[in-house]
Structures are given as C-alpha cells and as structure tokens.
C-alpha cells in the first residue's frame, strides 16, 4: 500500500501532530504548518498532499485549492467552515467535511458563562475589589445584576450547541425561546423550547439572546443596529458563533447609548483585531468605561479545554483517513462531483 501525505497548514497545538500522528497510522507522512496566511505554504506540500486538515485560521481560498493536485478531502478540525471556498472545492471534486462531534459542552458553558459574568457581576466585583478591598466590598456596584429564573432566553440557531445551552438555560429556570428557520418543526418540542417563527419576535421578548447559528450570506451582520434597537434596554447580546453575525461598530454604539445593557462575545470579525479595530480601541489601556462593565470579550476560546482538543485533533483525522482508506464521507458540507467521490476508495 504506497503511503499517504496530509496536510496542515494552520495547526493549533504546539507538538509534533502528536494525536493526529497516532490516529492516521504509520503509513502516513505528514507536512505540518503553523501559517495564518497562504503565500507562506510551500507549493510542493499542497501539490502532493492526500488530505488537508485545517483549523479556523487560515482561508482555504479558490487559488490555494487549485494547487492541491492530489488532494482528496479537506476535513476542518472543526464546526464553522465559512472561511473554506465550499464551491471551489467542489468545483474541483473535493468534499469537505467539518468536524461537529466536539466542543459542544465547552460553547454551551461558555455561553452560561458569559452571561453569568454579567447578570451575576463576577467581573464588576472582582475589578472594584482590585481596585480596593475596602471601598469595592459592595455588592451594589454591578449594573447588570438580576434574577436569572423567570426571565427569557432567546436562542438563535437550534443545532447542537443551541439545544445545550438551551437546556443549561432552562436548568437556571428560565423560560427558553429558539429561533432557526433551517431546522424541522418539532424540534423546538424534543427540546422543550418555545419556536419563534421571526428573529424579530425573539429580539423584542428576551432577556438574554445567545448566537448558535453559523456564519452564512443571511448571517454575515443580521445583528445590526436596526435589530440592536428591537432588543429591551435591560436586555444583554451574547455570541459564542461568528464574528462577523454583529455588526460590531453597531453594537458598541448600542452598548454607549444603552440600546441594550450588556454584551459577551467570544467571536470577531477579523481575529486578532488590528490595533485600529473598534474592539481593541475599545479595549486598549482599559479607557472605555463599558469594558468591563458591559462589554465582555473572550479569545474565541469558548470551544477551548484540554478535552476538545484533542476530541477535535482525533476526530478530524479520523474523517479524513475514513476516507481515504474506504471511501466513506461523514459530516459532508459541501457537494463536489459524484465522479470525484467515485474513485476515493
């Protein structure tokens, strides 16, 4: 049997493809990259790689897909694939799988956490009593304090992480509402939550709105200002899914003129922001009195713990050389000609 070659170009983990390695076998080489942009690959790796595995930091582009000659299937060590040509892959007889079985409880977490930190002032507390031990022991100086039971959780996109953070929400007795058009009636009912046939509906009965939908032409900054200002004052935002879903320039000016009360995202639209992004301005030398108080950014580490990623690490090899070796697809997200999938085995 002649030997594999698979690719990464944007690995996220400091060893040596250790797990990746391990689960693809012996009969596998391997070219790994810690790149974030694609004019820093070697052509020769793409030209003669078997299989492509990425992660979330470097775009997978028409041009890039054109010099991978021999590549078979590109798996995605992980859940969003908005930064992945889908029909340049396609085009070129290439599925591409992403990899959805890991992270799921460590999103839904980091969503309660989010709002935690607000409706409970962790942050607020904890930085009044760096400031001082004395004059910051006052439990009145968090200004998003409130009662979780009885208020209303809106949950737009009802996948996977939606169902479970929709259930952690309920487990704080609070009334659930979901909003998905692209899910099939009745799963609201497996879940347990109230359906929303319209965002608006949603926006203007939460409490609390949590993103779970992923990033798509319909998606790219439906959380604009227009939508901002159907959200109660009291209301807080929360995105744990993409960036790009917020329009951020909106929502900061919804945050200074209190459109809405608080916001926690784990999510931008270009990561890392450059130093003139309206979020690191924001955030720079702590100036902006909303930092903190109402804005809460994390480093896209909602999906983050030592579990997942190795789950993500493990499972993504495994899609790929499940492929390669016979021929089977699992977590397809694209469509590349039957003929290509033909001849995989």
């Not at 085009?91 to 935690?116: F, K, Q, R, W």
């Not at 939460?206 to 993103?211: A, G, N, P, Q």
Request: net charge negative.
């Amino acid at each position: 049997m002649s030997r594999l070659r698979l690719l990464t170009p944007d690995a996220q983990y400091p060893d040596d493809a250790k797990i990746e390695r391990a689960t693809a076998g012996n009969a596998v080489d391997w070219d790994i990259f810690r790149e974030r942009s694609t004019d820093r690959l070697p052509d020769d790796a793409l030209r003669s790689c078997d299989a492509m595995v990425v992660w979330h930091e470097m775009p997978v582009t028409r041009e890039l897909i054109s010099k991978l000659q021999r590549c078979k299937i590109i798996v995605r060590a992980g859940v969003g694939f908005d930064h992945i040509d889908l029909q340049a892959a396609a085009e070129a007889g290439i599925p591409v799988c992403n990899t959805p079985d890991y992270g799921t409880s460590e999103v839904a977490d980091h969503a309660m956490a989010l709002m935690l930190t607000m409706r409970r002032g962790i942050s607020s507390y904890h930085r009044n009593l760096m400031q001082s031990p004395q004059a910051g022991f006052d439990h009145s100086k968090a200004p998003l304090l409130a009662r979780l039971r009885g208020k209303t959780f809106g949950v737009i996109g009802l996948g996977r992480i939606g169902i479970a953070a929709s259930l952690r929400a309920k487990a704080f007795g609070m009334r659930v509402l979901a909003y998905d058009p692209l899910v099939s009636r009745g799963t609201e009912i497996a879940a347990g939550v109230d359906r929303c046939d319209h965002l608006e509906e949603l926006l203007e009965q939460s409490d609390v709105v949590s993103l779970h939908c992923p990033l798509t032409a319909e998606t790219n900054k439906m959380i604009n200002a227009e939508r901002l200002a159907m959200m109660q004052s009291h209301a807080v935002l929360i995105n744990t899914a993409r960036g790009a879903i917020i329009d951020v320039e909106a929502l900061l000016e919804a945050l200074r003129q209190g459109t809405i009360a608080g916001a926690g995202i784990d999510v931008l639209p270009v990561e890392p922001p450059s130093e003139t992004d309206a979020i690191a301005l924001a955030y720079a030398n702590g100036a902006d009195p909303i930092v903190g108080e109402r804005l809460f950014v994390t480093p896209h580490a909602a999906w983050s713990s030592p579990e997942s990623v190795s789950d993500a690490r493990r499972l993504s090899v495994e899609t790929a050389m499940q492929f390669l070796n016979e021929g089977r697809l699992r977590n397809l997200v694209n469509s590349p000609l039957s003929s290509a999938l033909s001849g995989a085995a």
